[in-house]
């Protein structure tokens, strides 16, 4: 009795496998891409507050670079407790915050804008106000949160 085969199961299979390889690659990378680190995601609001010289209450205030001239402020929420590195504790109040606003801007010539400073969940931890738009934010045990300090503004100009 002659054998019969389906024409082109050979080519069905090969088919099936070359998709399930596929699918499963997306799984490893989509697993791969979950945030180990939190984000800052920009705001109007948030640059708002600051330009209006608004202070949040239950936030502490710390600024990056030089204290009068900072290349970032942030304010965190008091849930939460910063591990300072470079950033340096402030007191502000809206005069303060005013002032270095106002030179961020004159003496540097760059325009910062504000965010809000999230977990790798999404959770807002506090605001960002800088001329830098990305960093990055881990949040510890305890409630103990990193934000990297922003690089200095690039004072060279544009070519």
Known sequence: MPKTTI???????????????WALISLIFIGCSAPISGSLQSSPEVTEVFEKSQILSNHQYYVSGFQRIPYAI??????????TGRWKPIDMDST??????YRMEHVYSLNPRGAWILDP???RLGVWYSSQYQTKVKREKGNRIVVVNPEPPDLRGIP
């Open 7 to 21: 024409l082109g199961s050979g080519v069905n299979t090969r088919l099936v496998s070359i998709a399930f390889i």
């Open 74 to 83: 942030i304010a965190v929420d008091n849930n939460f407790q910063l591990r």
């Open 96 to 101: 303060a915050l005013n002032q270095l606003i």
């Open 121 to 123: 969940e999404g959770n």
